[in-house]
């Protein structure tokens, strides 16, 4: 029996609660507004995949009991996946650009509504919400889901809200490809590549005897296709930065300041490496003309 429509069940009584149990019989409560994974045909539920990638995924918009019968239905809002948009929906141009910019792991939320049966939805996922022009954002690590950008499926063609544009080119941020920098006095993020073709650029003068606290505080802001930093260069080294220049700040001014002992810690994972392998190139912000794209 196909399932009831949308505008069916959403007379249904509605719920509040519903408690799954997952393979291990641990029993999760599912609550509106909550994202899940939901089972489908490419899933073998004896053998159940060891990543997400297969699984459908939603939020829950609403529960409501099935008149008469045990059991619950769902009325989700469905995430699409880059593959999806492009395979399922006609795109406006504005779409097409937004979609061609998705990261790895990307999903964006849409207005099309679906009733599932219960038993069909898997486990309670995060798809972590990322404001791109953020640069305070906390990581997002490879393998996390998120999502940018808000989808409208209504004909003719799917629509996106919420892209943000950067840089001089104005195109969205692509994570895949490129790599870009923040200016702090602007507010705005630039492409590399841009303003490597506006300007020349000189060599961040790092000298031998700075610590590496220190040449973590004159780093530049940087995100995107970084190889080897897959748990900050998604959103970007802002937050480290900006502490150690707290830090650099106090203990040059302030002589009862100590450092954390663990201070280390308090900064992305990895980043100490990356500053102490990589030559960074200072270039004029093209908006503001400082120097502070290091
Ligand atoms: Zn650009
Ligand atoms: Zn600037």
């Not at 509040?16 to 045909?41: C, H, P, Q, Y």
């Not at 303003?195 to 040449?215: H, Q, Y």
């Amino acid at each position: 029996m196909p399932d009831p429509s949308v505008r069916t069940v959403s007379k249904w009584p509605p719920h509040d609660v519903t408690m799954l149990s997952d393979d291990d019989d641990i029993l999760t409560d599912m609550r509106v507004g909550e994202e899940i994974f939901i089972a489908n045909k490419d899933i073998n539920l004896d053998n159940p995949p060891a990543t997400g990638d297969l699984y459908w995924k939603g939020v829950i918009d609403s529960m409501h009991r099935i008149p008469k019968k045990k059991g619950c239905m769902f009325i989700v809002k469905w995430f699409y996946s880059k593959e999806d948009v492009v395979t399922l929906l006609k795109m406006d141009t504005n779409t097409k650009v937004a979609v061609d910019a998705f990261g790895e792991h990307e999903l964006t939320l849409s207005d099309h509504k679906d009733v599932i049966d219960s038993l069909t939805c898997q486990s309670d996922i995060i798809v972590h919400v990322f404001n791109d022009n953020d640069y305070l954002r906390e990581h997002i690590e490879k393998g996390w889901w998120y999502q940018r950008i808000i989808l409208k499926t209504n004909n003719p063609s799917a629509r996106v809200k919420g892209v943000n544009l950067h840089c001089t080119c104005q195109t969205p941020y692509n994570p895949n490809v490129d790599i870009q920098r923040f200016c702090i006095q602007c507010s705005h993020w630039y492409d590399a590549d841009c303003l490597r073709r506006a300007s020349d650029g000189s060599v961040l003068p790092f000298t031998r005897s700075e610590s590496i606290l220190v040449k973590v505080a004159k780093m530049p802001i940087i995100r995107g296709c970084l190889k080897g930093q897959d748990n900050w260069s998604l959103v970007g080294s802002g937050p480290s930065v900006v502490k150690a220049k707290e830090w650099v700040h106090a203990l040059e001014t302030d002589d009862n300041f100590i450092l954390p002992p663990e201070w280390r810690d308090q900064l992305v994972k990895n980043l100490l490496d990356f500053v102490a392998d990589t030559t960074f190139t200072t270039f004029p912000c093209p908006e503001c003309g400082e120097d502070t794209l290091i």
